[in-house]
């Protein structure tokens, strides 16, 4: 009796070895879950703070490009007021350029913009992608654990396993 107690400490010893390790990776991953997700949430909040300043930056270009077509607009009033014709096709010369480079502004921030969100898609599907994975990895993970536990448990209280009926000998 002594050889049967003493190897089925050793083997629950092992037991209780094996799911040690094993909720260790567990806590492991699920920090370095916690840690990924972390890191991401920081990049869009960088990156959110990004835009906002890109955005502002553009408003303010394009304020003092809008003061600066005011200005050209009104220096060419005031130089062309004696010659009424020449004032207006000037006039009419510096709306349509204006309105063509406000077109092609606006349609280049327009394009930047909808490259901006497609990339901001892109990646957010690719982490949500990463985390279901990671999530279907971490379950597996878990499930093979409860299996171990069930399974030392089971063996801790001495529950007899279910073993094949021996084929009898011919005498």
């Given at each position: 009796?002594?050889?049967?107690?003493?190897?089925?400490?050793?083997?629950?010893?092992?037991?209780?070895?094996?799911?040690?390790?094993?909720?260790?990776?567990?806590?492991?991953?699920?920090?370095?879950?916690?840690?990924?997700?972390?890191?991401?949430?920081?990049?869009?909040?960088?990156?959110?703070?990004?835009?906002?300043?890109?955005?502002?930056?553009?408003?303010?270009?394009?304020?003092?490009?809008?003061?600066?077509?005011?200005?050209?607009?009104?220096?060419?009033?005031?130089?062309?007021?004696?010659?009424?014709?020449?004032?207006?096709?000037?006039?009419?010369?510096?709306?349509?350029?204006?309105?063509?480079?406000?077109?092609?502004?606006?349609?280049?921030?327009?394009?930047?913009?909808?490259?901006?969100?497609?990339?901001?898609?892109?990646?957010?599907?690719?982490?949500?992608?990463?985390?279901?994975?990671?999530?279907?990895?971490?379950?597996?993970?878990?499930?093979?654990?409860?299996?171990?536990?069930?399974?030392?448990?089971?063996?801790?209280?001495?529950?007899?396993?279910?073993?094949?009926?021996?084929?009898?000998r011919a005498r």
């Amino acid at each position: 009796m002594g050889k049967i107690k003493t190897d089925m400490k050793k083997l629950v010893n092992k037991v209780h070895s094996s799911a040690k390790a094993r909720h260790a990776g567990l806590r492991q991953t699920h920090r370095a879950t916690h840690a990924l997700l972390a890191s991401h949430s920081k990049e869009q909040r960088d990156r959110a703070v990004q835009l906002a300043a890109d955005a502002k930056a553009l408003g303010k270009t394009l304020a003092r490009q809008t003061a600066a077509r005011k200005k050209s607009a009104s220096d060419l009033k005031s130089a062309l007021g004696k010659k009424a014709v020449a004032r207006k096709a000037a006039l009419s010369v510096s709306r349509h350029r204006s309105c063509a480079r406000l077109g092609r502004q606006r349609a280049a921030r327009l394009q930047a913009a909808q490259a901006s969100r497609q990339s901001a898609q892109t990646e957010v599907r690719a982490i949500q992608s990463s985390v279901a994975k990671l999530r279907g990895d971490v379950q597996a993970m878990m499930q093979g654990i409860a299996s171990d536990v069930a399974e030392a448990t089971r063996m801790w209280r001495g529950e007899p396993q279910r073993q094949p009926a021996r084929p009898k000998r011919a005498r």
